[in-house]
């Protein structure tokens, strides 16, 4: 990507602005149009390299339960146990990993313990697979950003709020957060979320701005296609006796979440993910940032394949994933 086009990325990444032209906002920063700011992110779509610029409703605030989810698959058959595993629209991440003996990871959801317990036990069943389910006891801090100039996964250390409220306590309908899951490329792309409110643009910016700061709303911002941008690396990094809330402060970290153990089994509660460019630059980064805890004993368990293919969330269930 030539510069310009890097400054774009950036800014709509990591300082999108809450006003009624964002987009003249960004246009301003970087020294160009708007019209060409909002002509190049719609190219970058065609491109598959923006996936959109909206903000994630919290799961937690629609009621359901999240589990990471370990099996143990012969290399033979993953593919169609893979398969099998996207049958679930809530299925949000269906990732191969060099692990053993779990080496199939997912993320799914549910509306109880035992719907999701059951819909796991399923496909371990017809496989004939041993499994872990790893609850979501607690969401530190879920913030996907790719920084395209350190070439790694970069963002503001920070905690996420414990108990967001519901949707019916927000007072806000379904149909606003359907306008600002994913915002249309125009001058003014806040004004039929504001219409379905029936306020300005300006007291619904305002509404965002609340809703974020409760944990309701994940912070607004472009997603990027991390393929498509060069961060072909990813992996889990898991360590022992390490709190959830010294790794949320790393900015490399972009999932944070605290979840159970299964003695004998999976003995990590809290670990995180982190991005890169190549896998040189993970682990340098991963040594650097955990030395500055005092860890020096931890693991990285890379993806090896990514079995929803880069597929949006927005294309399942109506984005109730977290990224």
């Known amino acids: 990507m030539d510069a310009k086009t890097i400054d774009l990325l950036m800014e709509v990444q990591y300082n999108f602005p809450l006003v009624e032209r964002p987009f003249l906002a960004v ?14 992110l719609r190219e970058a779509v065609v491109e598959g390299i923006l996936k959109r610029i909206g903000a994630i409703l919290n799961y937690r605030s629609r009621g359901l339960i999240a589990a990471l989810v370990g099996m143990a698959v012969p290399e033979n058959i993953i593919e169609d ?20 003996p779990y080496n199939l990871w997912f993320v ?24 872990i389910i790893l609850y979501s006891l607690r969401s530190y801090k879920v913030d996907v950003r790719f920084d395209l100039r350190r070439g790694i996964s970069w963002t503001r250390g920070y905690i996420m709020p414990e108990s967001p409220p519901s949707i019916s306590q927000a007072g806000v309908p379904m149909a606003f957060f359907g306008k600002i899951k994913s915002l249309p490329l125009t001058p003014e792309p806040f004004k039929e979320a504001a219409q379905i409110l029936g306020v300005s643009v300006q007291e619904a910016l305002r509404k965002i701005k609340e809703l974020i700061e409760l944990g309701v709303l994940r912070d607004l911002h472009a997603t990027l296609d991390g393929e ?14 390490i709190k959830c809330e010294d790794i949320a402060m790393l900015p490399i970290s972009t999932h944070v ?59 399942r269930v109506e984005k109730v994933a977290e990224d």
């Not at 246009?27 to 190049?40: G, L, Q, T």
């Not at 999701?116 to 697979?129: D, I, M, Q, R």
């Open 108 to 131: 799914t959801k549910a509306q109880t313990k035992e719907e999701l317990e059951s819909k796991v036990a399923a496909v371990a069943k017809k496989f004939g697979l041993e499994y």
């Open 257 to 315: 979440v605290l979840r159970n153990t299964v003695p004998g089994r999976w003995e990590y509660p809290c670990y995180f993910m982190v991005h890169g460019v190549s896998r040189q630059v993970i682990e340098d980064y991963v040594r650097n940032a955990l030395k500055g805890l005092g860890v020096s004993e931890y693991k990285l368990l890379y993806s090896v394949k990514d079995f929803l293919g880069g597929m949006e969330m927005g294309k």
């Open 27 to 40: 246009a301003e920063r970087i020294n160009a149009s708007e019209e060409w700011v909002i002509n190049r």
């Open 81 to 100: 146990v893979a398969a099998e595993v996207n049958k679930d629209p809530y299925v949000s991440h269906n990732f191969q990993r060099d692990y053993k």
């Open 228 to 241: 498509k941008v060069g961060f072909k690396e990813n992996a889990m990094v898991v360590m022992r006796d």
